[in-house]
């Protein structure tokens, strides 16, 4: 059974993302500790992550929004700063403990709105070309538990969260003018911010159904799972 340091189950969106797309993944990983086959982690990211809660921070500090989002998103930034930098934290994050399932769920905000005194979750996404008309939904859980969590710990919340999608659009440059140690060079992004609706409660199903599956006998392959159905081909090779 999969416990942290103080005894208790603690989930994440990453881990009910897992569950949400193979019961028999999840329960492999939380309860035997074997893990999906992964490649190499792209560091660019979380670096583009990194520098965008430090943009996103000198706003914050001035009460104004960022230009390229300002009369775009609604509301102001979260100036509680003390809140932020511990939702922020992978090792903190914003949580809540369930008495009544005895597990806690967990999530590492990017950005928070107060919109009408309310805290509306933003979460920045990188990509490598603009973002598609359905390209908001496979981040939907994320927001239905950041929201929920949000919740949970006695803030008001709206029915929408909002995702900053950043593309790379071109590259600038001065070093054809200047000498390299006195040039700079500018990669210049697309910014697509995008309302989405959320559903506390449904985070909160997929909670519980995870936990269920957690305490439970090992569950059967999902059919559309290329992990397990590469588990399973390679076990029948001959």
Not at 6 to 17: E, F, T, Y
Not at 111 to 139: F, N, Q
Not at 142 to 166: D, R, S, V
Request: glycine letters at 6%.
């Amino acid at each position: 059974m999969p416990k942290d340091k103080n005894g208790k189950i603690v989930l994440s969106p990453s881990a009910l993302n897992l569950f949400l797309e193979c019961s028999k993944c999840f329960w492999l990983e939380k309860n035997l500790g074997i893990h999906r086959p992964s490649g190499a982690f792209p560091s660019l990211p979380s670096g583009m992550d990194s520098v965008l809660k430090k943009y996103f921070d000198k706003f914050r500090a001035a009460g104004s929004l960022p230009p390229e989002v300002a009369g775009k998103l609604p509301g102001k930034l979260l100036d509680t700063k003390e809140f932020l930098n511990e939702w922020r934290s992978n090792r903190k994050g914003i949580r809540w403990f369930d008495e009544k399932l005895d597990a806690e769920l967990m999530g590492a905000l990017d950005e928070c709105l107060i919109i009408d005194d309310c805290h509306v979750p933003v979460d920045y996404k990188t990509r490598g070309w603009m973002a598609k008309e359905d390209s908001h939904t496979y981040y939907q859980n994320q927001l239905n538990c950041y929201t929920f969590l949000l919740e949970k710990n006695g803030f008001k919340i709206k029915n929408f969260a909002y995702l900053l999608f950043y593309s790379p659009k071109e590259v600038l440059s001065d070093l054809a003018v200047k000498p390299p140690s006195g040039g700079f060079t500018a990669v210049l992004f697309n910014v697509e911010p995008r309302k989405v609706d959320v559903n506390p409660e449904a985070a909160y199903k997929v909670f519980k159904d995870a936990l269920k599956i957690i305490r439970g006998s090992q569950p059967a392959a999902h059919s559309a799972c290329k992990f397990c159905s590469w588990g399973n081909d390679f076990l029948n090779f001959e």
